[in-house]
Nanobody
């Protein structure tokens, strides 16, 4: 069982930045591939970014590519989402998610159904 707790959300003006954090429980964090997913009001959940268990590879949704950066610190059991140049369209609840991953080959997942554990989410609101 993995528990995930997001933090760092808040209200920011368009063009601003936020850094989300996700803290994971357990001693095997480095064996999990991680992802960020968001859900805007009245919309379905949308994949945002994913990272391999080592942090060596990442992938992003086209809507955030070049503005968001996913990273992780396995020593601290944390994954991050740095969000720059935010727009009102980025307003959503942001969730981190995890799933077990093989050591080799390294892999990330961009399909939400592949993730097993989910956090409670953190609200990000971008004002125009």
């Amino acid at each position: 069982q993995v528990q995930l707790v997001e933090s760092g959300g808040g209200l920011v003006q368009a063009g601003g930045s936020l850094r989300l954090s996700c803290a994971a429980s357990g001693r095997t964090f480095s064996s999990y591939a991680m992802g960020w997913v968001r859900q805007a009001p009245g919309k379905e959940r949308e994949f945002v970014a994913a990272i391999t268990r080592s942090g060596g590879s990442t992938t992003y949704a086209d809507s955030v590519k070049g503005r968001f950066t996913i990273s992780r610190d396995n020593a601290k059991n944390k994954v991050y989402l740095q969000m720059d140049n935010l727009t009102p369209e980025d307003t959503a609840v942001y969730y981190c998610a995890a799933r077990a991953a093989p050591r080799m080959p390294e892999k990330f997942w961009d399909q939400m159904r592949e993730y097993v554990w989910w956090g409670q989410g953190t609200q990000v609101t971008v004002s125009s």
